[in-house]
């Protein structure tokens, strides 16, 4: 009853800018963390950036100055603003969601857009 809709992925070159958007939809009491994770070919999914209700980010060391995380809560959305893109940065990224649906928590993920970061 909830989904998570992205946009914003695509073809940059080094030292470009992406801005990605998440939308949460459907039945939700509140959001308490939204965040983005990415996954690179052979690699483990990883944390990008997440920010909880209360307004915390944490960012992963190697996005630390380039990427801000944002949310508009009263839209349920998150963005992430990608800046100074590297090649290292080429990931399938996925919006997640802590959702509180009355009185449980539920894990939500989007379906993953492609950041492809030229030399």
């Known amino acids: 009853q909830v989904q998570l809709v992205e946009s914003g992925g695509g073809l940059v070159q080094a030292g470009g800018s992406l801005r990605l958007s998440c939308a949460a939809s459907?039945?939700?009491?509140?959001?308490?963390?939204m965040g983005w994770y990415r996954q690179a070919p052979g690699k483990q999914r990883e944390m990008v950036a997440t920010s909880t209700n209360g307004g915390i980010t944490k960012y992963a060391d190697s996005v630390k100055g380039r990427f801000t995380i944002s949310r508009d809560n009263a839209k349920n959305m998150v963005y992430l603003q990608m800046n100074s893109l590297k090649p290292e940065d080429t990931a399938v990224y996925y919006c997640?969601?802590?959702?509180?649906?009355?009185?449980?928590?539920?894990?939500?993920w989007g379906q993953g857009t492609q950041v492809t970061v030229s030399s």
């Open positions: 459907g039945s939700i009491s509140s959001i308490n963390v």
């Open positions: 997640y969601a802590d959702v509180r649906r009355s009185w449980y928590n539920y894990d939500y």
